[in-house]
């Protein structure tokens, strides 16, 4: 099995690289790009669709002849909603960074959609709250079930210092619908001050996988299967993108039995 923790390799150009081989799964790739001005990433698609989220920064983003031109509304995770991009299998893409970029290229394998490539935008992606008490946080759906794509769902989430979040623990692992999907799934954390820490746990029922990780600024968390709910701790706000993907493209969790009484009370 993969390491669940991945940091990131330096601090300038492609710093975090995980695939579905490097994962030890099938579907999830994630790559993170930090970028100064007049920087440059780019790449071809090849077979797998693609979701380019600014987490941070202002960027041209051009897909093959379509020139999306400068996109990006804020300069840090924390302060409003992305600008994203769709490409589809079989495009080229660059993003050549006008302000310092943090760039999270999100993919998964396509099944031959034939999307065009789209500007998803800040305005048009939905948000809403979850939870209640020191278990709420705040969801924006940039690449929900209920928009167009193959196998990609992408989502961003703000947990407040102090709260829990993927929390009562859920699993999505099993193929067993309508009840449950089986998703992969990532998690690239950022902290507000950078300083600070969370912890993320993964573990399933017979706890042959049970692994509790310390999340710094800047890492990303593999959840191959399993619960796996995360808490930041007072002071210091938490972000993380997910990106899931599996053999059918809808969001079906189960919850930990042994806490789902927290949902009653």
């Not at 992408?154 to 009840?179: F, M, R």
């Not at 950078?194 to 746990?201: L, N, V």
């Not at 042959?208 to 007072?234: F, K, S």
Request: charged share 20%.
């Amino acid at each position: 099995m993969a390491d669940l923790l991945v940091k990131p390799i330096g601090s300038k150009g492609q710093t975090i690289h995980v695939t579905p081989q490097s994962a030890g799964w099938s579907h999830v790739g994630f790559d993170l790009y930090q970028l100064a001005p007049g920087e440059m990433a780019q790449a071809n698609t090849n077979d797998r669709e693609v979701c380019l989220v600014l987490v941070s920064g202002k960027a041209r983003i051009i897909i093959e002849d379509v020139d999306f031109n400068i996109l990006g509304e804020r300069m840090s995770p924390f302060d409003g909603k992305p600008d994203s991009v769709y490409v589809p299998a079989d495009h080229d893409w660059m993003v050549t960074a006008t302000t310092p970029v943090t760039l999270a290229v999100c993919s998964a394998p396509s099944t031959g959609g034939n999307l065009p490539p789209r500007h998803i935008r800040p305005d048009k992606v939905t948000q809403e709250t979850r939870g209640t008490g020191t278990n709420t946080r705040y969801v924006t759906n940039i690449l929900p079930e209920t928009a167009a794509a193959d196998s990609l769902l992408v989502v961003e989430v703000i947990t407040p210092g102090g709260h829990t979040s993927s929390y009562p623990p859920h699993k999505h692992d099993t193929d067993n619908l309508p009840a449950e999907s089986q998703l992969e799934e990532t998690y690239y954390h950022r902290l507000n001050p950078p300083q600070g820490f969370a912890f993320q746990r993964v573990y399933t029922d017979d706890r042959t996988l049970d692994e509790t990780m310390l999340v710094e600024d800047g890492v990303v968390t593999l959840v191959p299967r399993g619960y796996h709910p995360c808490a930041t701790v007072h002071g210091y706000d938490l972000y993380y993108l997910n990106v899931m993907a599996g053999p059918k493209r809808t969001w079906k969790f189960h919850n930990d039995p042994e806490h789902e009484w927290l949902l009653k009370r």
